[in-house]
């Protein structure tokens, strides 16, 4: 019997340094899951520049930057494949990102504006980075999906539960100021206990000023680069998440389902945790993460525990196939249903 034909999904990216971005990919292209109703691949291209030749696929996923240097690139994708459902996944653009960075917020959302026009669909990876796009008019609601950013979450569910009092927090990712480590760090030294820790786990182009805010403070630990990403959360018993901008999280979900207790900027895709256990702290200064931290080595609760990794997981299979139905490369299934941006009372 022959066996049935699975649809040839080419998942496009100019950026391939280590991160968020290609452990997401690298999930999707290797999950059995998600495999089971496509066929999905990776396909390095360099930033701003298109093969001349034609991709052969049935669903072209774009993971590609966004800029008015690329945007000429975007355009002549569309061009060469111009029956071809092509899709855009936007893993930067915030509302955070644009308080933070943009000077010139008319001129930049013409480029995001012009570039969305490009594509059949765009993918927000966050709730929260989809009320943005349709609140800025950047993407029309008929043409924007939601499918939160995920990995395999087995390891991290399968790391030992954190007992007693909190004493070790962590803070994990790339040493760049949109982290926020810079506040945090401030923050912790104003914290009185010498039982206390702040491990940072990452490295990138504020090293050498965070490694400096730090000095004096032996109770800072800069970790360095983890090779494997559950290694910081075997490590302490709470992950702070300051950031100024973050479109999903990933460092989120894998604190949730290693059962370590989650406290998060309340900003942008960072909101979508809240539903699932993240504690969300409204203010954004030294002094509000100062009293959180020393209110959490006050705190002996334990977590309450969730299966983080079935709830993600299984809607991060079901948006995918709710996706490609919607472009006719899989059957529409009546279980299936897509996680909109006009969702009522979405988790």
């Known amino acids: 019997m ?7 999904v080419i998942h496009l990216i100019d950026d391939t340094t280590a991160g968020g971005v290609m452990r997401v990919l690298d999930h999707l292209t290797q999950s059995q899951d998600l495999a089971q109703d496509a066929d999905h691949r990776i396909m390095q291209v360099k930033r701003g520049q298109v093969s001349a030749r034609r991709i052969t696929a049935d669903v072209i996923v774009s ?11 975007l355009a002549a994708l569309r061009a060469r494949h111009p029956f071809s459902r092509i899709i855009h996944v936007e893993h930067s653009y915030t509302a955070g990102f644009v308080q933070h960075n943009v000077t010139h917020q008319r001129r930049f959302f ?5 570039a969305f026009r490009l594509f059949d669909t765009v993918v927000a990876v966050s709730k929260g980075q989809a009320d943005w796009l349709t609140g800025q008019q950047l993407v029309s609601p008929d043409k924007l999906s939601v499918i939160r950013s995920y990995v395999d979450l087995s390891p991290f569910a399968g790391l ?6 909190i004493t070790h927090f962590g803070a994990i990712g790339r040493l760049d100021r949109q982290k926020g480590f810079d506040t945090l760090i401030t923050a912790f030294r104003q914290v009185k206990g010498l039982d206390l820790r702040l491990s940072i786990f ?5 090293s050498a000023n965070l490694r400096a805010l730090a000095d004096g403070d032996p109770r800072i ?7 494997t990403p559950t290694a910081p959360y075997a490590k302490v018993d709470a992950v702070l998440m300051p950031s100024r901008w973050e479109a999903y999280g990933l460092v989120a979900i894998e604190a949730l389902a290693a059962g370590r207790r989650l406290v998060a900027s309340n900003i ?13 702290l409204n203010g ?21 525990t969730r299966d983080v990794g079935a709830i993600r997981g299984s809607e991060n299979r079901q948006d995918w196939q709710w996706l490609l139905a919607q472009h006719h490369v899989l059957p529409e299934r009546q279980d299936t249903f897509p996680t909109m941006v006009d969702t009522k009372n979405l988790s």
Do not use: M
């Open 2 to 8: 022959a066996q049935a034909y699975k649809p040839q």
């Open 63 to 73: 993971h590609l930057s966004i800029s008015w240097r690329t945007l000429p690139a």
């Open 110 to 114: 013409c480029l995001l504006r012009c």
């Open 160 to 165: 030992p539960p954190r007992i007693g009092p």
């Open 202 to 206: 990452g490295d990138g182009p504020e």
């Open 221 to 227: 630990i800069f970790e360095g680069f983890a090779a």
């Open 268 to 280: 942008d895709g960072l909101q979508d945790h809240r539903a699932i256990g993240a504690d969300l």
């Open 284 to 304: 954004a200064d030294v002094t509000d993460w100062a009293q959180k931290i020393a209110n959490l080595a006050r705190d002996t609760g334990q977590v309450a």
